[in-house]
């Protein structure tokens, strides 16, 4: 089992430019979600889906777009980057919706936007 | 939004030291309190998951007991060991949101 896989793991961006994150597990989870880990911060939820075609907006998601055509993959999109969303990127998915199960995560993205 | 805590914010001790951190949440509406194991250049590692009031996991040398009542959790780590050395999160999960403290950063020294 791969797990939860994170695309690409660096990437520089100037600002204005449009990029996708990739997320996928193969552990047929139905819970996907997307944070974002800023120095002095806790791992702010950007946005998170329950199964696929349902997606939901976290605690931070404004500049960011995601889709969940399928069990495995929740791309997250940055249509037009900004410095501010220069951060380290954690895709993490769980085994039940509404449930209290522990979040699997990715090896993180780290995205610079200049 | 909700407001989790952890403190202290770091923490040192020499090897063989049992040492322990503490985890604050709101207190209403709980659904369930994560602590997560994260080690430099890897990814978070989940350690409990706790539901109920009073609840006490253990795993090793790594213990948590929860109070929903008051909203703390507090993590124990007994006979601390170099590898222990890691930030340790815990997280409020509010249905399908979860919401992360800053988290405790432990050194443990040889």
């Known amino acids: 089992n791969a797990g939860v896989t994170q695309t690409p793991k660096f990437q520089v961006l100037k600002t204005g430019q449009s990029m996708t994150l990739q997320c996928a597990q193969d552990m047929n989870h139905e819970y996907m979600s997307w944070y974002r880990q800023d120095p002095g911060m806790g791992l702010r939820l950007i946005h998170y889906s329950v199964g696929a075609g349902i997606t939901d907006q976290g605690e931070v998601p404004n500049g960011y777009n995601v889709s969940r055509s399928t069990t495995e993959d929740f791309p997250l999109r940055l249509l037009s980057a900004a410095p501010s969303q220069t951060s380290v990127y954690f895709c993490?998915?769980?085994w039940g919706t509404g449930s209290t199960g522990e979040l699997f995560f990715g090896e993180g993205s780290r995205l610079t936007v200049l | 939004i909700l407001n989790v805590e952890q403190s202290p914010q770091s923490l040192h001790v020499q090897e063989g030291d049992s040492t322990n951190f503490t985890c604050s949440f709101p207190s209403s509406n709980f659904y369930a309190l994560h602590w997560y194991r994260w080690e430099t250049a890897k990814s978070p590692e989940a350690l409990f998951v706790m539901t109920l009031n009073g609840d006490e996991k253990k795993k090793g040398r790594i213990s948590a007991t929860l109070n929903t009542k008051e909203g703390y959790s507090y993590l124990y780590i007994k006979g601390s060991q170099p590898e222990d050395s890691a930030t340790y999160l815990c997280a409020h999960q509010k249905s399908n949101q979860f919401y992360f403290g800053t988290g405790t950063s432990l050194t443990v020294i040889p």
């Open positions: 993490a998915s769980s």
